[in-house]
């Protein structure tokens, strides 16, 4: 990501140099005007700022904190009054940046040793020897230390802003390269530029328009994740004008409010972040992006060969399910429409999405040990005698046999599914005879999904069932067979599982 993309164009004309006059007598503000009116520093005209009391003084510093200079007369409502506003500027307002020239017409009442040491004043003049060279003179010279100091504190607070922005980038790219899948990779992309920029989703929420991260397949463009757009599967056509631009050019592009961060992996993988309605960007977070951007590649290639390991490892998973599933001639596509609402029923219930994706990539082989049952009990049209019932029941702990010993969480989660997905909570399931908690929540989901799945499809034992009749049957078993509140977050919910039906539907 090229710095100078980021780096801040078009920087406005710096303001005037800002000068409090702190006097009672009028005609001193009018001759000080006069005499300064064509004075500039670093190409900066003087703002006059006018006081005629201290109290009054006190009310201007109050509102502006970019006063780079103060003409403090010392005998004003009081004797000491000037003195006051001095006391008041270093200690209560706790401002030391502030340049202070003291001017008295009464010398004696402030003596000028006692005045400079005890009230941090900067300069201390005369009415009487302010001649219009030595007031030029002394306001270059406090202009020029204010100006100084300001540098120097800018330089410090961006060296601070550098350290903490490392920090955030570091917490930033943690938290990605935790990210398991590409949806919640892209999610946390999302948040952690958010972060990086210093501002709350709240804000981009309202003040950002299309923010979206995007992969580019080899067939077009795949949102992945976004925030205030309403269609998710449709880019709009300026859009995809920026991120063909960025295609193109092989690099993130500004253009006024438009943003596109360009992520390449050394596999080819690209990755775009588009923003609208960004404000600019500062040199340092252009520098903190770039570090990010950076991290943000390693973890897109990291996560592109985890991601090919893991959809190699699903293909062989789906394709092992459909030797059962064709063996035991069920419905086609059975396990797909299992593991589909599997995962919808994990992410409804609350679970995160690696849990919900570990499930979908599991339940394929819920019923993996029915390979080790007869054709003759497995195909049986009519209902099964004592015997071959007590046959088919020990596909359960076959399955859980194959499955189990592995150090791999997808079939230990496999394991524990074929294990259980017969268990009922109330305890009159089958191997085990456990209930309610006992039984894992993965199981439990999946128990939901196959009766659901079974009713709604024939059967060489049944046909299928109307929605309705399914409904109600899943009512009664609430409690007895089913878990309760699965039941009633699919009930809750049945039009997603007449959706995965429909994409699935029987071949």
Not at 107 to 120: I, M, R
Not at 192 to 211: A, C, F, K, P, T
Not at 489 to 494: A, E, V
Request: charged fraction near 25%.
């Amino acid at each position: 990501m090229p710095l100078e993309l980021l780096r801040e164009m078009d920087e406005p004309r710096l303001p005037p140099w800002k000068v409090l006059l702190v006097d009672d007598d009028a005609d001193i503000h009018q001759v000080t005007k006069l005499v300064l009116r064509r004075f500039t520093l670093d190409d900066r005209p003087l703002e006059f700022i006018h006081a005629y009391s201290g109290i009054e003084a006190k009310e201007k510093l109050s509102t502006h904190d970019d006063i780079a200079l103060v003409f403090l007369d010392v005998v004003m409502e009081s004797d000491d009054a000037g003195l006051e506003v001095a006391r008041w500027i270093r200690q209560d307002l706790g401002n030391h940046k502030t340049r202070i020239i003291l001017r008295t017409g009464q010398p004696g009442q402030a003596p000028e040793q006692s005045v400079v040491a005890d009230y941090d004043i900067n300069d201390y003049k005369e009415k009487t020897e302010l001649t219009s060279q030595k007031l030029f003179t002394a306001v270059l010279s406090a202009l020029r230390s204010y100006r100084d100091i300001i540098k120097i504190d800018h330089a410090k607070q961006l060296e601070t802003n550098y350290r903490l922005g490392l920090e955030r980038v570091i917490q930033s790219t943690a938290v990605i390269f935790q990210q398991h899948t590409l949806k919640t990779f892209s999610n946390g992309i999302l948040q952690q530029v958010l972060s990086l920029l210093r501002m709350n989703e709240q804000s981009m929420l309202v003040s950002v328009r299309g923010l979206t991260t995007i992969q580019q397949p080899e067939s077009g463009y795949q949102v992945l994740a976004q925030i205030g757009q309403n269609q998710e599967d449709t880019i709009d056509p300026v859009v995809r004008e920026y991120l063909d631009k960025a295609i193109e050019q092989q690099q993130s592009i500004i253009d006024g409010d438009i943003f596109v961060g360009y992520f390449a992996t050394s596999s080819g993988a690209v990755s775009l972040l588009y923003l609208k309605g960004a404000r600019k960007i500062t040199e340092l977070e252009s520098q903190l992006l770039t570090i990010f951007s950076y991290s943000v590649s390693l973890a897109f290639e990291n996560l592109s060969l985890s991601q090919e390991i893991i959809d190699t490892q699903g293909e062989l998973i789906y394709r092992l399910g459909d030797v059962v599933e064709s063996r035991s001639q069920e419905a086609g596509n059975h396990v797909r429409r299992m593991s589909e609402l599997s995962y919808e029923l994990c992410l409804l219930l609350g679970y995160s999405e690696e849990k919900a994706q570990l499930l979908r990539q599991a339940a394929p082989m819920h019923d993996i040990g029915k390979i080790a049952i007869p054709d003759s009990v497995l195909l049986k049209p009519g209902k099964l005698d004592a015997d071959e019932w007590e046959t088919m029941k020990n596909h359960a702990a076959i399955g859980h046999n194959i499955l189990a010993g592995s150090k791999r969480k997808i079939l230990q989660t496999a394991a524990t599914i074929a294990h259980q997905h017969h268990e009922k909570v109330d305890g009159t399931g089958y191997p085990l005879g456990l209930k309610g908690d006992e039984i894992s929540i993965e199981a439990r989901i999946i128990a939901v999904a196959d009766v659901f799945d079974a009713l709604t499809h024939e059967r060489c034992y049944k046909p299928a069932w109307p929605v309705e009749e399914v409904i109600e049957e899943l009512k009664r078993s609430k409690g007895s067979h089913l878990d309760a509140k699965i039941v009633d977050t699919l009930l809750d919910n049945i039009d997603v599982a007449i959706e995965i039906n429909r994409k699935y539907a029987t071949e």
